[in-house]
């Protein structure tokens, strides 16, 4: 009987099926999915921005003679290690491999900012027009990140939500709708403790 109904109201069936689907949030994840890795290609778009202008920071640091080699050696690894890494839309489902990928933009953040804070030390090199402008984009590229970040959280905090919430949950398991991995610190504890303030007080007591 039921072949019957589906041979002469095939389109009443599907009308049917896609409301079925609609309300079991089978459309919602496909949104949300979609959502999140427009969000995630963006921070990927920043984090290579920030990638390709580094080999012009290097060679622009280079021209002081006597710059630091150890902190310009750090940077040039960190890159190396940063833009090693393979990446892929599966990467979103696998939370050690987007572990390993934080780590290694973490690292890359940090020698940067080292190597910023040692150029304050070189008078010539603060000077140099060249570094000055490459100084800027890198700090522009440093708040896309953090807002590119910030969008991807949102995003697959709804993903999450939808994907662990009941009935919808059922409608991930069927579609094999994995909840995705978001971004973390990698430094929790350091960060959890208060900063120490410290006026120079103190040494007076």
């Given at each position: 009987m039921l072949q019957s109904i589906f041979r002469r109201f095939p389109a009443l069936v599907a009308l049917i099926a896609a409301f079925?689907?609609?309300?079991c949030g089978y459309n919602d994840f496909q949104r949300l999915d979609e959502q999140s890795k427009a969000a995630?290609?963006?921070?990927?778009?920043q984090y290579q921005r920030r990638a390709d202008l580094i080999p012009n920071l290097v060679a622009t640091v280079k021209g002081e003679a006597s710059f630091e080699q150890e902190t310009l050696t750090r940077v040039i690894e960190a890159r190396a290690k940063a833009t090693?890494?393979?990446?892929?839309?599966?990467m979103l489902n696998d939370p050690q491999a987007m572990e390993r990928f934080q780590q290694a933009q973490a690292q890359l953040g940090g020698a940067l900012s080292?190597?910023?804070?040692v150029a304050e030390n070189y008078p010539n090199l603060k000077a140099n027009q060249?570094?000055?402008?490459?100084?800027?984009?890198?700090?522009?590229?440093?708040?896309?990140?953090?807002v590119a970040r910030n969008s991807y959280i949102k995003a697959v905090q709804e993903y999450n939500v939808l994907a662990r919430s009941f009935p919808t949950n059922l409608t991930a398991k069927i579609f094999s709708y994995q909840p995705k991995a978001g971004f973390t610190v990698t430094n929790e504890q350091?960060?959890?403790r208060p900063p120490t303030v410290d006026f120079g007080t103190s040494q007076k007591r």
């Amino acid at each position: 009987m039921l072949q019957s109904i589906f041979r002469r109201f095939p389109a009443l069936v599907a009308l049917i099926a896609a409301f079925s689907l609609t309300g079991c949030g089978y459309n919602d994840f496909q949104r949300l999915d979609e959502q999140s890795k427009a969000a995630w290609a963006e921070v990927l778009n920043q984090y290579q921005r920030r990638a390709d202008l580094i080999p012009n920071l290097v060679a622009t640091v280079k021209g002081e003679a006597s710059f630091e080699q150890e902190t310009l050696t750090r940077v040039i690894e960190a890159r190396a290690k940063a833009t090693s890494i393979q990446v892929t839309p599966e990467m979103l489902n696998d939370p050690q491999a987007m572990e390993r990928f934080q780590q290694a933009q973490a690292q890359l953040g940090g020698a940067l900012s080292r190597l910023l804070a040692v150029a304050e030390n070189y008078p010539n090199l603060k000077a140099n027009q060249a570094y000055q402008d490459l100084r800027v984009q890198l700090e522009g590229t440093e708040n896309r990140i953090t807002v590119a970040r910030n969008s991807y959280i949102k995003a697959v905090q709804e993903y999450n939500v939808l994907a662990r919430s009941f009935p919808t949950n059922l409608t991930a398991k069927i579609f094999s709708y994995q909840p995705k991995a978001g971004f973390t610190v990698t430094n929790e504890q350091e960060i959890s403790r208060p900063p120490t303030v410290d006026f120079g007080t103190s040494q007076k007591r």
